[in-house]
């Protein structure tokens, strides 16, 4: 079966006396090119744990199981968390050849990892593979990634969960929005909250863009494949704090940094312009010209005012 013809996808669909629901935000990609973009970009290895968020019919998942490294004995593993009980259904089928999946039925919005180690609501990877304890304390530490097509109403949601986690991944690949991928990786002078936000935690890249007329059902807008990679060390500065500052500086977004800051924080003009003059920033300035490292200095002073 050919889960990116779109014929063969609604009559699958009938099959299961189902339809794409609107509110979970299910369009299904119909471009196998995409698909390897994704999966090339996520460099899997033999030890890599790959979880996938929303896979719907099971498209990319497919794809991700057919990879060498998934296809090799004790290879990697791909774990498949759905939502919707029916696309639970219709994976069992698409994917049953594929004894290095599991599927999880669950709301990503209160997964963590830690949850891929239960045996209730899962299917497969067999009775071995399941009682291999030794293997999955392996695996879990080795880390895993993300590589999924997020419903775009969760998506921003999903990353900054992801990102602030205890044990983030080692890598994602997401296929979200395209002005919500441009967004993360913006800088000076489109610099923003979200942007900023992620950049605290990951590196982050546009792969490649995927037009809207290649999903089924269409989209309003185009996609984009991005990289994220969390950073192994965490920036030297006070998480609470940088946040603080950097809500309070996009609070007005188009208006000056140096009044948001005042009128947020409850810190003279006066204290902001000596800080920002040590800092070399413009005190006419707004906070989408400030790069990450300006807000990080910016905080650092804070704290101690």
């Known amino acids: 079966m050919d889960l990116t013809n779109k014929f063969e996808v609604k009559a699958l669909l009938k099959k299961y006396n189902s339809k794409p629901e609107k ?21 899997i290895k033999k030890t890599d744990t790959i979880i996938e968020v929303g896979p719907g019919l099971g498209t990319l998942t497919q794809e991700l199981a057919k990879n060498p490294a998934c296809r090799q004995a004790n290879g990697a593993k791909i774990i ?5 009980p029916l696309m639970v259904d219709i994976l069992k089928e698409t994917v049953a050849n594929y004894k290095n999946v599991k599927i999880i039925q669950a709301d990503a919005s209160h997964f963590s990892v830690s949850d891929s180690d239960s045996e209730s609501d899962t299917e497969g990877f067999g009775d071995k593979m399941r009682i291999n304890r030794g293997r999955k304390e392996k695996e879990r530490n ?11 109403n969760v998506a921003t949601f999903l990353i900054r969960k ?28 489109r610099s923003n909250l979200l942007g900023i936000s992620v950049q605290f935690y990951a590196d982050a890249e546009i792969i490649n863009y995927v037009k809207k007329e290649l999903f089924w059902p269409k989209p309003k807008v185009d996609a984009a494949i991005i990289k994220i990679v969390p950073r192994k060390k965490p920036p030297v500065v006070n998480r609470e704090i940088f946040f603080k500052v950097l809500k309070a500086g996009f609070s007005q977004p188009r208006k000056q940094l140096m009044g948001n800051l005042s009128k947020k924080l409850k810190v003279s003009r006066e204290e902001l312009a000596l800080i920002f003059r040590n800092l070399d920033i413009s005190d006419k300035i707004r906070a989408e010209n400030l790069s990450l490292s300006h807000w990080q200095n910016l905080a650092r002073r804070l704290i101690h005012n």
Do not use: C
Not at 164 to 183: D, F, G, H, N, Y
């Open 162 to 189: 992801w990102l602030e986690s205890e044990k983030p991944p080692k890598t994602m690949i997401l296929m979200i929005q395209k002005e919500v991928a441009q967004r993360i990786v913006a800088k000076p002078p």
């Open 142 to 152: 080795h880390g895993y990634k993300i590589v999924a097509n997020l419903p775009y």
């Open 80 to 84: 498949a968390i759905e939502k919707d």
């Open 23 to 43: 509110h979970l935000g299910q369009h299904f990609i119909l471009l196998k090119g995409a698909l390897k973009k994704m999966i090339d970009a996520a460099e």
